[in-house]
């Protein structure tokens, strides 16, 4: 079965600090994957994907994320977090239905919360 | 150059009644998608159009759910008649290229159904 899981609800971080926000995926064939950010009151907006090349991607807004096949991983990274950081992150998974067609499976989002 | 835009952004009916749905895509931008997330849940696909075209209506939940998009620009969601079940938030977006996955969203339509 096709799924995307998100393991922390909530990630808490101190301003400067590094983050992770953990995503973790499961499908048969090669993964497509992405971490969409929802500020408060707005849209969801790209950040970054995964469709094959160099493990570590790059993104808007300074954050990267690792992509790992052993651990069937995409784990979201930032060096240094910021206060505007904190948002909703979800992270999704590009799949195929019947006929060829694509669709995002999602996960159900971590909250990060950074602290000045 | 505007984004996408959904109007209402809340709308809080009965069940029993009917709520539609609006989508305004970027210019230009053929596929639009609609996306559903209920409170504590994934956010879950409910259809694309590929212009006018229905390309995949795979996610509808049931009957109760129609979408439109005449003349391939703007698109409609309707629910009729909203069911409690169907309170959540409501989202569409849309790209140039269905195959990248990289979609752009509105801020999507919070419906509350009584």
């Known amino acids: 079965a096709q799924s995307v899981a998100q393991p922390e609800d909530q990630v808490n971080v101190a301003e400067g600090n590094p983050l992770t926000v953990k995503c973790t995926y499961s499908v048969s064939g090669n993964p497509y994957l992405f971490w969409y950010v929802q500020y408060p009151n707005r849209g969801l907006q790209f950040l970054l994907k995964?469709?094959?090349?160099d493990n570590l991607v790059k993104g808007s807004y300074g954050f990267e994320a690792e992509f790992n096949k052993s651990q069937t991983s995409f784990h979201l990274k930032k060096p240094s977090a910021l206060v505007s950081d904190s948002a909703l992150y979800f992270c999704a998974l590009r799949v195929f239905n019947a006929g060829n067609n694509r669709k995002l499976i999602w996960g159900l989002g971590t909250s990060l919360a950074v602290n000045p | 150059e505007a984004g996408v835009t959904q109007f209402p952004s809340h709308s809080v009916i009965e069940k029993g009644q009917t709520v539609t749905l609006r989508c305004d895509p970027i210019s230009g931008h053929d596929n639009l998608y609609w996306y559903r997330r209920v409170m504590g849940k994934e956010i879950k696909f409910l259809l694309h159009?590929?212009?006018?075209?229905?390309?995949?209506e795979s996610g509808m939940p049931n009957n109760r759910f129609l979408a439109e998009r005449t003349g391939g620009t703007y698109s409609t969601l309707k629910v009729q008649p909203a069911e409690l079940e169907d309170s959540g938030v409501y989202f569409c977006?849309?790209?140039?290229?269905?195959?990248?996955?990289?979609?752009?969203f509105g801020e999507g339509s919070r419906l509350t159904v009584l």
């Open positions: 977006a849309s790209s140039q290229d269905r195959y990248t996955g990289e979609l752009f």
């Open positions: 995964y469709i094959t090349g």
């Open positions: 159009f590929v212009k006018e075209s229905k390309q995949d």
